[in-house]
């Protein structure tokens, strides 16, 4: 009897990793990166963005951000976060837009990818929004490498568009000296 339950447990693991293999070639093939679901959305001067509410772990205002010398201009510093070092990007370098002043609205979203925690500067914090699939189009291609790289798609609701950050890209397509000033997440 036993036998005949592990086989069952080794076939249901089966199926499901058959699944997911099976959405992941459907999902490289339709060109959609992100699946629906909940979304924070934030602002980079006027234009929108998103990122996946499940890898937000906080949302905090601007406090001191202290320099790390031989960083990528785009690593703005560290924070001391409740005792943990937290690297902290310029979402606007990073994207190759023009620099502003911080502003009361200037906020740092703390997110978590694997085992990381960084913290992405932004201008300020709009809205959690539901963003279903049917909702996603496909980054178009601009023919300019590098412009839109950083995007898992778009999504449209109502009259608006929001930008999806491909917060994996952001945050691991960079110098591993970035990764080795950030201990993993406990």
Partial sequence: MRKILTAQKEAKTKIKMEDTLVKEKET????????????????????????????????????????????????????????????????????????????????????????????VLVDKVSEVADIKDDQIEEVPSFGVKGKSEYLAGIGKIKESVKMIVDIHKVLFDVPEEVLEANEPAA
């Fill in 28 to 119: 490289e093939e339709n060109g959609h990166v992100i699946a629906g679901g909940k979304f924070l959305s934030f602002f980079l001067g006027k234009e929108e963005y998103a990122i996946e509410i499940l890898k937000v772990q906080e949302i905090i205002g601007l406090m001191p951000i202290t320099p790390v010398p031989k960083m990528p201009a785009y690593i703005r510093g560290v924070l001391n976060l409740r005792g943990k070092i937290v690297p902290v990007m310029n979402l606007r370098s990073r994207f190759e837009l023009p620099l502003v002043e911080d502003t009361d609205e200037t906020c740092v979203i703390v997110v978590q990818e694997e085992d990381y925690l960084m913290g």
